[in-house]
């Protein structure tokens, strides 16, 4: 955005992304980039809302002492990419101010919009915490059914036969286990709490070990791949995307799964229906066609895979179904996370 332009503005929306290092530690350059641009600008009786993810405090560390006598707002997005069951327009909205008069003014502003609710909180940081907690809650959650898979998996029983089973209690929320957790919240967000912790002195174990275990999915999903694997038969990973009918391949752990075949020099090739032949060849990874497979991997289980399972599975095809899409034995049978059908 052109200074002049931000200058006529009356408020201002900010949602950059804010993802993590390497080594998994907040980076937050593009909020500090927008606070640098905003620092240009006379922000006198400006609303100022940060809908960025951000830790406790970051809000007001980064955007609070600006130029001018403004008003500042944390308002964190909670999109869901691709779930058209829950648009934007349903989901209600989260604001807390550094002050009454910001909430008051950003609540207005969300009131006029959107038909969804929007719900005041006391702080920048407890708005910030709300989207800690959301996406830890899942993170962790799902950590525990890919843990409560692997046991399954051991003991014969289908996992997700045993979840659809709990969730007919009014108390049980359902997650379901997979080769691992993608996109820019769930597997990100929960960095930036265990690290803001830290500088609390409060230990995260739970939430620790819950990273841990779904990155350590994809694996789980590759020992499988192993266990039917030799030497002259390929595998064809189906789906790069984070999640199902987008083509987000951000932290996904489909493009995670496919390093790791490289790594091992295992022939493969990738399709994915939302990615061009170009965007999977940028990636470093050969694009195949919707035709028979030895060996199927599920990276992604997108709806268009019922209709390409009968061009991709024969007699002969095995299948890793590291989404759970499968319910019933095809080609040769389906291993998948934490039930089998062979």
Not at 116 to 134: D, F, H, Y
Request: charged residues 25%; hydrophobic residues 40%; glycine residues 8%.
């Amino acid at each position: 955005m052109e200074t002049n332009v931000a200058r006529k503005q009356d408020i201002l929306i900010i949602c950059v992304p804010t993802p993590v290092t390497h080594q998994k530690k907040p980076d937050i350059r593009a909020i500090r980039s927008v606070a640098a641009f905003l620092g240009g600008i006379e922000l006198d009786g400006k609303l100022v809302i940060n809908e960025s993810t951000v830790a406790p405090g970051m809000t007001r560390e980064v955007f609070g002492s600006l130029r001018g006598e403004y008003y500042l707002v944390c308002s964190p997005e909670r999109v869901d990419p691709g779930n058209k069951e829950k648009p934007v327009s349903s989901i209600p909205k989260i604001v807390g101010g550094i002050d009454d008069n910001s909430q008051l003014l950003a609540k207005a502003l969300y009131e006029s919009v959107l038909d969804n609710p929007v719900v005041g909180v006391n702080s920048l940081e407890t708005a910030e915490m709300v989207k800690m907690l959301e996406n830890t809650y899942r993170a962790v959650n799902i950590a525990l059914v890919n843990e409560f898979a692997k046991l399954c998996e051991a003991s014969g029983i289908d996992v997700v036969e045993v979840i659809n089973a709990a969730k007919t209690k009014w108390s049980f929320q359902p997650h379901y286990p997979g080769i691992g957790v993608g996109g820019h919240c769930i597997p990100v967000d929960p960095y930036y709490l265990v690290e803001y912790a830290k500088k609390k002195h409060v230990d995260l174990p739970l939430v620790s070990t819950g990273l841990r275990e779904n990155e350590e999915m994809v694996d789980h999903v590759l020992a499988k791949v192993l266990s039917v694997y030799q030497k002259g038969l390929r595998v064809f990973v189906y789906g790069l995307a984070y999640k199902k009918n987008v083509k987000d391949i951000r932290e996904s752990p489909a493009v995670i799964f496919c390093q790791l075949l490289k790594k091992r020099s295992i022939p493969f090739s990738v399709y994915d229906p939302f990615l061009s032949k170009k965007e999977i060849h940028d990636l470093g990874f050969e694009s195949g066609t919707v035709s028979t497979v030895d060996i199927l991997v599920v990276g992604t289980d997108h709806n268009q895979l019922a209709a390409d399972a009968k061009k991709l599975i024969g007699k002969h095809t095995a299948v890793i179904d590291g989404r759970n899409f499968f319910d019933k034995k095809v080609g040769k049978g389906v291993l998948g996370v934490g039930r089998s059908f062979v």
